[in-house]
């Protein structure tokens, strides 16, 4: 089997490629390459072939002779959305449901499709939200441009094309090119370079989350995952008991940094952003596949770990090699135009 991993290097895909490489998996990444130079550690495994391009860009040719294809590339979340609306449906959505037909028309066989759980908006946090009866309501341009996409590309599913979309929660953990823009991995980050976590809410709205790992593990399980499991399906990406309170995220950096501050400032009072996702689909439908290992406990061990090797400083938190926003605005000062993309 052959497979092209799009955005391979961002957070989620310098880690699989690492993982898929590790375990011997014939691949090739596909990147544009805004967040090339945004490391913090050195890339383990580079046994892989790398292309560069715009998936805005893509030909057919680009795919020959690809049996299966990891869709990671997007802008990768509400603050990057808010950037450029306009740009967000353009990458997010319409390159996403080309690729898709592109996919087709090249005889691919497998399109594993990362969506999110953007997707279900505010809810009552009363029952956890399951993938097929709990209501769609996506607020943002981010969280709209992955829904119009994931129900557009499922379309073309048939006997001979198999797409799956994955809903990750909101991912934490160790990548060599880390995103400090993302609730734990800032929290601890916070703690470890300045001693303080600040909590803007009162802590009680909910988040589901899940490791980097665990999520590489849900995709390389489709991967191996027979048809009959996978087809025409979309899976909420967690773990049993997943979904936590702010105030519990943030104890567990305080854990993970010892000595560190906690101040809930509650300036923002109830956050509105609150939901509780069902993961019993993916864990129990794959079963066989996803095994996943990781708790808040083991990744912010993990994290502190990282953050002692590499001498993390509050100018990497909160600079451009961590923060998706800052870099992008950083390269549009530099080298990118209006539409993102590169100048000659």
């Given amino acids: ?184 991995n800032n929290l601890v980050g916070c703690a470890f370079t300045t001693n303080n976590i600040e909590i803007k809410s009162d802590g009680t709205p909910w988040r589901p989350i899940v490791h980097i790992k665990d999520l590489c593990e849900a995709i390389i399980a489709c991967i191996k995952a027979p048809k009959n499991i996978i087809f025409n399906q979309a899976f909420n990406v967690g773990i049993k008991n997943g979904n936590y309170t702010v105030k519990e995220i943030a104890e567990a950096a305080q854990k993970a940094v010892p000595g560190s501050k906690l101040v809930f400032t509650g300036e923002h009072g109830s956050d509105s952003r609150t939901y509780k996702i069902s993961f019993n689909k993916i864990i129990s439908e794959l079963k066989d596949y996803y095994k996943p290992s990781w708790d808040l406990h083991k990744g912010g061990l993990e994290l502190t770990d990282f953050f002692k090797k590499v001498s993390l400083k509050e100018s990497d938190f909160r600079g451009f090699k961590t923060n998706r926003l800052e870099c992008l605005k950083k390269k549009l000062s530099e080298n990118l135009d209006v539409n993102l993309r590169f100048r000659s």
Avoid at 71 to 97: F, M, R, W
Avoid at 110 to 123: E, P, Q
Avoid at 154 to 165: A, G, M, P
Wanted: hydrophobic letters at 40%; a negative charge; proline letters at 2%.
């Fill in 1 to 184: 089997m052959k497979i092209l991993v799009t955005g391979n290097l961002g957070y989620v895909g310098t880690v699989l490629s690492e993982e898929l490489a590790t375990r011997g998996y014939n691949f090739i990444g596909l990147d544009v390459g805004f967040y090339e130079d945004c490391l913090l550690g050195k890339i383990k495994n580079k046994n892989f072939n790398q292309i560069y391009k715009d998936i805005r860009d893509l030909e057919e040719n680009d795919l020959e002779g690809i049996d299966c294809i990891i869709h990671l590339a997007a802008l990768s979340n509400d603050p990057l959305g808010a950037l450029n609306e306009k740009l967000t449906y353009d990458i997010n959505y319409q390159a996403t449901v080309r690729l898709a037909e592109l996919s087709k028309k090249m005889n691919v066989k497998k399109f594993i499709y990362l969506s999110s759980l953007s997707i279900y908006g505010i809810s009552n946090v009363d029952e956890e939200l399951d993938e097929y009866k709990s209501i769609k309501n996506p607020i943002t341009a981010y969280a709209k441009a992955k829904w119009m996409a994931e129900q557009e590309i499922h379309k073309l599913s048939d006997d001979k094309f198999t797409i799956v979309s994955l809903r990750p929660s909101t991912v934490f953990g160790v990548s060599n090119r880390l995103r400090s823009d993302i609730v734990f």
